[in-house]
Antibody, heavy 116, light 106 residues
Framework: EVQLVESGGGLVQPGGSLRLSCAAS????????MSWVRQAPGKGLEWVAS????????YHVAFVKGRFTISRDNPKNSLFLQMNSLRAEDTAMYYC?????????WGQGTLVTVSS | EIVLTQSPATLSVSPGERATLSCRAS??????LAWYQHKPGQPPRLLIY???NRATGIPARFSGSGSGTDFTLTISSLEPEDFAVYYC????????FGGGTKVEIK
């Protein structure tokens, strides 16, 4: 069974940093693109970042470029999102997503709250 | 940047009725479009990919159609568990979602 379990969310002050993690199991992690998608309170879904299987290709949406970095550790079946210079508008549920062009499996999400 | 516009924003439907949701792209995405269902407290679930293919385990009452810039998700006969928010998503250019359509009980 495919499982994606996010962790690392929490309350952080504006300007602070967080590192989100996603533990994958039930599939051959190193064979898949992976992504982070977020949903702010009362808003729709936003694609944040994606990485290819070997990290040779990475994409970050414009509003996080230079602040967020997606990475992965294939031997440990893990995906990460390093988030720096956090802003109030980054407050959201962050989902780890297996990416086959579309998000075919999603984790339950980890909540990030940016507030003083 | 491709923009996806969903309509209506809210659709009020009675159980057993048909629901038709629309997604329009600002430029052609071919058939590179998916639909997701999102319920409160749950992660989104892939329903339809490549415009018209049902994902694994998705009931036949869900169907997708369209190509180019105009797409439709049809739920043939709404079940109680189908009341949710539905998003379209394109992978043709950059990965963008539509704003969502909330399907609520009439």
């Amino acid at each position: 069974e495919v499982q994606l379990v996010e962790s690392g969310g929490g309350l952080v002050q504006p300007g602070g940093s967080l590192r989100l993690s996603c533990a994958a199991s039930g599939f051959s992690f190193s064979n898949f693109w992976m992504s982070w998608v977020r949903q702010a309170p009362g808003k729709g879904l936003e694609w944040v970042a994606s990485t290819s299987q070997d990290e040779s290709e990475k994409y970050h949406v414009a509003f996080v470029k230079g602040r967020f970095t997606i990475s992965r550790d294939n031997p440990k079946n893990s995906l990460f999102l390093q988030m720096n210079s956090l802003r109030a508008e980054d407050t959201a549920m962050y989902y780890c997503v297996r990416n086959v062009g579309y998000g075919d499996f999603w984790g339950q999400g980890t909540l990030v709250t940016v507030s003083s | 940047e491709i923009v996806l516009t969903q309509s209506p924003a809210t659709l009020s439907v009675s159980p057993g009725e048909r629901a038709t949701l629309s997604c329009r792209a600002s430029q052609s995405v071919g058939t590179s479009l998916a639909w997701y269902q999102h319920k409160p407290g749950q992660p989104p679930r892939l329903l339809i990919y490549d415009a018209s293919n049902r994902a694994t385990g998705i009931p036949a009452r869900f169907s997708g159609s369209g190509s180019g810039t105009d797409f439709t998700l049809t739920i043939s006969s709404l079940e109680p568990e189908d009341f949710a928010v539905y998003y379209c998503h394109q992978r043709s250019n950059w990965l963008a979602f539509g704003g969502g359509t909330k399907v609520e009980i009439k």
